[in-house]
RNA sequence: GCGGAAGUAGCUCAUUUGGUAGAGCGGUAGCCUUCCAAGCUUCAGGUGGCCAGUUCGAGCCUGGUCUUCCGCUCCA
C-alpha cells in the first residue's frame, strides 16, 4: 500500500464521519473494535445499495424470491453446516518470540520434516485429536515430539486455546444445569436461514427448479484482525441469494450467475479496470467451484463478493441432521429418457455480497478532491462524492438564491411536489457556491435554483454535481427530470 | 497477541526550558449579496484520553491504563 493511497484511505474514513455516513460505534465510550455505526447520510446509502440490489433480485427474476430468516438459528443448523467444527481452529503461542501459530499448521510443518511413515502416523494421531477437540492430547503431541518455535528456537508453549468465529449467547431466560442446552450462535452468514426453509419457500411459493432464494440481513464473525474500517466487521450486512438447481446443470449456472452478478456492478457506471474475478484454487469445505469479485480499493484489490457453487452440501447435512427429507421432485420431462427427472436435492449456486464492502466501494469509488481553475487564475477546490445517481442518499437540493422576494415559498412549493417520489434536501442560509459545495460532499447529484426570474417565467437553473454545469428549464419539468436520473 | 508512533475545540494544528490554553477552517444567528467554499458582525464550543505520582504549581516531567494508527501474526 502506498503511502498516498492510505491517505486517500484515511481521507475517506475522515470525511464519512464528518458527513454522517459513518461513526465508530459506541465512540464516547472510546469505541467498540470493528463495529461501526451509519449516520444519516449512511443509512440513506446503505438502504438505496440495497434496495438496488433487492430489486435486481426479486423484482426483476420471476423465478426469484426473497424470505427474511431469524437471526438466532437451532444451534444444530451450525453442525450441520460444519460451522462449529471447521472455524474453531485452536491455536498456541510461544511464550518467548510471542508468536502464535495455528496448532494443525505446526505439527504439520515439523510432520514435513520426518520419513514419510513418521510422518503420515503423526499427521494421522494429530487428526484424531482434532476430531476429538483433545486439546490436551494436541500439546502432549507437541511435548512429546519437542517441537520447536522457528523463531526462539525454544519449546516453551503455551496452553492451546481455541478461537471461536461465532458469538455464543444464551437462549432463554432460565437457566438450565447444563449450559450447552441453551447455547444459540448469532449466525456467522445468512445462507443458513435460506437452506433451513428451502421446502417452505419452494411449496408456498409454488417454485420449480431453477429457482433462487435472496436475503439481505445481518451475520457476525470474531474476526482475528480488527481493521481496514467498514471492510472488516465483526457485525456486517449480507446480501444473498441461493440459487437452486437440477444437478448436472450446476455449471453453466455457475457461469452464468458468475457473469451477470459483475454486470450488476458494472450496470452502475463504475470503471470495469477497477473489477476482477479471483479463481479460488483452494475450495471451502463446501464448494465446488468458487470465485470472487474483487475491486481496487485503495487498500488495493479485496473480496466484495463471493461466487460458489457449494454442490447439494448444505440440503444434505440439513436432511441428516434434521431427518426432514430436504428432496424437490422435478415433473419436467428429461429428453434423455422421456420420464420425469424425479426426486433430487438440488444443487446450489450462491452469491454472496457484503453489503458494508459494496458500502465502502461505492464510497471509495465516489470520493475525488477536485481542483478548479478559477477566471482570476487561482484555484479552488472541492471535495465531491461521484455516487450513482440512483444510490445517493439525497437526490436533489432545492435552494432559493436568497431568502427574500418570495422565493424560499417558491421552493418549499417545489420540495412539496417532489418529496413524495424521491429524497430532497431544503437549504435557504449561506451563500449558493458554500450551498453547492456541501451538496457535493454529501453526493447530491442535482441542485435547482430559484432566482429571481422564477416568478417572471416559472423557469430554474438545474445544477448538475459531476460537471458543475447548469442549464435553465421550467420549474415544472424538474420532477419528471430527476425522477428519470435516479430510477 | 507482539513491536513502533500518536492522543489539546467538530476538523487541522499552535502554546520556546513547568506558571491554571490560542488560531484557521467548520458550526450558529444576523446583515449584505442574483449562481460555485465571497465580505462584515454575533454567539457557542476544551475538567488538555483517563488515573496516580513528583512539585508551591503539570497540557509539558515520571509511572500505569485506555484508545487509535502503522508493521508483524491469522483469515471460510
Redesign the pocket.
Known amino acids: 500500500?502506498s503511502t498516498q493511497s492510505?491517505n486517500i484511505?484515511?481521507a475517506i474514513?475522515?470525511h464519512a464521519?464528518?458527513y454522517g455516513f459513518v461513526f465508530?460505534s459506541s465512540e464516547i465510550y472510546?469505541?467498540?473494535?470493528?463495529v461501526y455505526d451509519y449516520g444519516p447520510n449512511g443509512s440513506e446509502l446503505k438502504k438505496n445499495i440495497r434496495d438496488y440490489w433487492w430489486k435486481s433480485m426479486t423484482q426483476m427474476h420471476d423465478n426469484i424470491v426473497g424470505i427474511d430468516a431469524a437471526i438466532f438459528m437451532h444451534p444444530t443448523t451450525w453442525k450441520a453446516s460444519g460451522?462449529v467444527d471447521?472455524?474453531s481452529?485452536p491455536m498456541i503461542?510461544n511464550k518467548d518470540s510471542?508468536?502464535?501459530?495455528?496448532v494443525d499448521?505446526l505439527i504439520e510443518a515439523y510432520a514435513d520434516t520426518l520419513p514419510e511413515a513418521e510422518k503420515n502416523a503423526l499427521i494421522d494421531e494429530m487428526q484424531q485429536l482434532e476430531a476429538a477437540t483433545d486439546y490436551a492430547g494436541l500439546k502432549k503431541l507437541i511435548d512429546d515430539h519437542k517441537i520447536k518455535c522457528s523463531v526462539s528456537g525454544t519449546t516453551n508453549w503455551t496452553e492451546i486455546r481455541q478461537?471461536n468465529?461465532m458469538f455464543k449467547t444464551e437462549f432463554g431466560a432460565v437457566a438450565s444445569d447444563n449450559p450447552d442446552d441453551n447455547i444459540v450462535y448469532l449466525r456467522?452468514?445468512t445462507a443458513q436461514g435460506i437452506f433451513v426453509n428451502f421446502l417452505n419457500v419452494q411449496k408456498t411459493a409454488r417454485m420449480k427448479v431453477p429457482f433462487g432464494i435472496a436475503q439481505t440481513g445481518k451475520a457476525f464473525?470474531?474476526?482475528?484482525?480488527a481493521?481496514?474500517?467498514i471492510f472488516?466487521m465483526r457485525e456486517f450486512e449480507q446480501m444473498e441469494m441461493q440459487f437452486f438447481v437440477r444437478p448436472g446443470t450446476e455449471g453453466e449456472w455457475y457461469k452464468y450467475w458468475k457473469e451477470a452478478r459483475l454486470q450488476w456492478h458494472l450496470g452502475l457506471g463504475i470503471n470495469p479496470a477497477k473489477y476482477r474475478y479471483h479463481d479460488?484454487i483452494?475450495l471451502?469445505h463446501y464448494?465446488k467451484e468458487?470465485c470472487d469479485i474483487e475491486f481496487e480499493f485503495p487498500i488495493g484489490f479485496k473480496e466484495v463478493e463471493g461466487i460458489h457453487s457449494r454442490s447439494d452440501f448444505d440440503l444434505t447435512q440439513h436432511q441428516l441432521y434434521s431427518k426432514k427429507k430436504q428432496n424437490y421432485f422435478d415433473n419436467d420431462i428429461d429428453p434423455a429418457t422421456g420420464k420425469p427427472y424425479g426426486n433430487y436435492i438440488p444443487y446450489v449456486i450462491e452469491t454472496s455480497i457484503g453489503l458494508d464492502r459494496m458500502f465502502l466501494l461505492i464510497l471509495s469509488n465516489s470520493y475525488e478532491e477536485e481542483a478548479?481553475p478559477?477566471e482570476d487564475g487561482t484555484t479552488?477546490?472541492?471535495?465531491v462524492l461521484r455516487i450513482p445517481a440512483k444510490l445517493a442518499p439525497n437526490k436533489l437540493a432545492i435552494l432559493p438564491?436568497?431568502?427574500?422576494?418570495g422565493l424560499p415559498e417558491i421552493a418549499t412549493k417545489l420540495m412539496d411536489e417532489c418529496k413524495p417520489y424521491f429524497k430532497c434536501f431544503y437549504e435557504e442560509?449561506?451563500?449558493?457556491?458554500?450551498r453547492?459545495?456541501?451538496q457535493?460532499?454529501i453526493g447530491t447529484p442535482f441542485?435547482v435554483?430559484?432566482?429571481?426570474?422564477t416568478p417572471i417565467d416559472q423557469t430554474?437553473?438545474i445544477?448538475?454535481r459531476d460537471t458543475?454545469?447548469?442549464e435553465r428549464i421550467p420549474i415544472s419539468q424538474v420532477k419528471d427530470l430527476v425522477l428519470g436520473m435516479v430510477m
Do not use: W
Request: charged share 40%; aromatic share 8%.
Open positions: 500500500m492510505d484511505f484515511q474514513i475522515s464521519k464528518e465508530p472510546d469505541g467498540l473494535s470493528a460451522h471447521n472455524f481452529d503461542d510471542k508468536k502464535r501459530y495455528r499448521h478461537f468465529l456467522p452468514e464473525r470474531n474476526e482475528i484482525v481493521r481496514q474500517f472488516r479460488h483452494k471451502a464448494a468458487a478548479i478559477k479552488d477546490s472541492r471535495v438564491l436568497t431568502k427574500k422576494d442560509k449561506d451563500a449558493i457556491g458554500k453547492y459545495r456541501r457535493d460532499a441542485c435554483t430559484i432566482d429571481n426570474q430554474v437553473t445544477r448538475y458543475m454545469q447548469q
